[in-house]
């Protein structure tokens, strides 16, 4: 549904991201993940069509982004991070604005239906400069699915909400997710990747440095952390010997070891004889976030 | 278009568009008595001077005056209305909507355009009530009042097109009136260098390029296509100039 090919986008000497390349399938939920400043804005908002690339295209549907801006804004909704709305609006009355831009047909029908997703019913009369941020949050979502489009492209959905609002906002993610919808959202917050998202695109420094399915990148035994109590270059060069590892990393004394499946059984029996410690085969989202972006975070 | 009626009640529901148009209808009554008065004392002045009395005309004393007064407060008008139109936009990201809206750049700028056009008309239509005065009380030619309200449109609209433009420049709104202001000032006065020069291609275009001149000849009541193209050059001009801006905010 989404392909993205050698996206960067530079101004002027700095480069937001270079060569990012990936792709989404129909009905996929897929979360954006990486520090602030990572580039994840700036490859949604030229999915969206509200920024041009300096090189590298993206495709959503059959439409190229640059070629058929419009054909791509038809079956796309994009919330951006701040709400783009007109505070001196009432709530209803900018949907069904934002109905009208984008070509619906029944642009009452769209509004109730999308006011009612979000569960802006209540509060459809009031002016949006009197609504919290979690509402304001809400009208932005309500405008970028009043066209019930096919993609969903959410920067942040979740930013600046209490908890409470928080979840909300998830559960009614997991719910737009039903069916055949395509959703792409960026966040930070870990949680809400492993509530909502099958796959985990991890972006730092404007370049991918890991996309997988949630369930592979913190499958167990992929990572196995060892602690032995004679450490020593025995221990890497056994370790490295191992068959099926991808690579081992030394760290005061612990080891992590790496590889494709589960490890655990080969790197005890190699541990044992330098005296095995502790051992753990699970490897968090947080830590994997943390290892790929260290550094990243400006 | 939907972008036009958003602006026009946004005109309506915010101080701004009332603000202007307050301003604008306490100016203009200013200026219309002011008007009554002066044509008041020439006609008393007439009583005892016959010649002065040939000179009494409702349509070159009131009605012409007072739309060349009103120029003056339309280039501030102008400048204060279209200030908010695309800048504001940008300031509160609210633009973000219509650009991953499927609309093309040119329909936001002429929907932008739309709505100023259509508050200016409801600022114009309260003059109408001036109008309706004169023509209860004298005789105002037909021809000269039509030609002058068109002169006024075609003016705001032309004042309202550089404004649009500006305010694409730049997320300041003030910003956005000074620049516009200043440019709209510049070309309206521009006739006045040509007075001071001799003769020449230099003069003629130096006068057409003014919109005073070609105001002047709508006010008097002369219907030239030259003026009313001049007026829609400009809007078409400044119309195309913003919708390559906004086509080129989407590539920054």
Not at chain 1, 47 to 67: K, M, Q
Not at chain 1, 102 to 115: E, F, I, N, S, W
Not at chain 1, 139 to 158: C, F, R
Not at chain 1, 178 to 193: A, P, Q, Y
């Amino acid at each position: 549904m989404i392909e993205v090919q050698g996206l960067t986008k530079r101004y002027g000497d700095t480069v937001a991201i270079s060569d990012v390349s990936f792709q989404v399938a129909r009905g996929e939920v897929v979360g954006f993940l990486g520090p602030n400043g990572a580039g994840k804005s700036t490859t949604m908002r030229i999915i969206a069509g509200s920024l041009g690339a300096s090189a590298g295209t993206a495709r959503v549907g059959n439409h190229d982004v640059a070629d058929d801006p419009r054909g791509v804004q038809a079956i796309l909704g994009y919330a951006p991070e701040v709400p783009p709305v007109y505070t001196n609006m009432s709530v209803r009355d900018y949907v069904s604005f934002a109905a009208t831009l984008k070509g619906v047909d029944d642009v009452q029908a769209a509004t109730k239906k999308a006011l009612g997703r979000v569960g802006l019913d209540k509060v459809a009369h009031r002016l949006i400069e009197h609504l919290s941020k979690g509402y304001r949050q809400r009208v932005g979502l309500a405008q970028a699915l009043v066209h019930d489009p096919k993609v969903l492209v959410l920067d942040e959905p979740t930013s600046g909400l209490d908890p409470a609002q928080r979840v909300e906002i998830r559960n009614l993610l997991a719910e737009l997710a039903e069916g055949d919808r395509t959703v792409v959202l960026s966040t930070h917050v870990l949680g809400e990747i492993e509530a909502i998202c099958s796959r985990v695109i991890i972006i730092n420094r404007g370049k991918i440095v890991a996309q997988d399915e949630l369930a592979r990148l913190s499958a167990v035994g992929r990572a196995v952390k060892v602690e032995v109590a004679r450490p020593g270059p025995g221990v890497l060069a056994a370790l490295q010997a191992l068959p099926g590892i991808t690579g081992v990393d030394e760290l005061e004394g612990r080891y992590v070891v790496r590889g494709d499946e589960d490890l655990r059984e080969i790197v005890a029996r190699a541990a044992v004889p330098f005296g095995l410690l502790e051992m753990s085969g699970r490897e968090r989202l947080e830590d994997i976030y943390l290892r790929l972006t260290a550094g990243g975070a400006s | 278009m939907a972008i036009g009626r958003r602006e026009v009640s946004a005109y309506m529901t915010t101080p701004i568009g009332w603000i202007i148009l307050c301003a604008f209808v306490l100016l203009f009554s200013f200026f219309f008595v002011v008007g009554l008065l002066q044509y008041d004392q020439a006609s008393a002045d007439a009583v005892f001077n016959p010649y002065a009395a040939d000179q009494l005309n409702v349509n070159d004393m009131i009605v012409a005056p007072l739309f060349g007064n009103m120029q003056v407060i339309l280039l501030l008008a102008a400048s204060a209305l279209s200030m908010r139109l695309i800048a504001e936009d940008r300031r509160t990201r609210a633009i973000d909507l219509l650009l991953t809206s499927p609309v093309r750049s040119s329909e936001i700028v002429v929907g932008k355009f739309l709505g100023a056009i259509g508050f200016a008309t409801i600022i114009a239509s309260t003059t109408f009530l001036y109008g309706g005065i004169l023509m209860l009380l004298g005789e105002p030619d037909p021809g000269i009042m039509f030609s002058n309200y068109l002169g006024f449109i075609l003016l705001f609209g032309t004042l309202l097109a550089i404004g649009l433009f500006t305010s694409s420049l730049t997320e300041n709104q003030v910003v956005a009136l000074m620049v516009s202001f200043a440019i709209s000032l510049m070309f309206y006065i521009l006739g006045w260098t040509g007075q001071l020069m001799d003769d020449g291609a230099l003069k003629t275009t130096v006068e057409y390029l003014s919109m005073l001149s070609h105001f002047e000849q709508l006010s008097k009541g002369v219907l030239r296509l030259q003026d009313i193209v001049y007026f829609l050059t400009f809007i078409g001009f400044f119309l195309f100039a913003t919708t390559q801006r906004v086509e080129a905010l989407r590539w920054r």
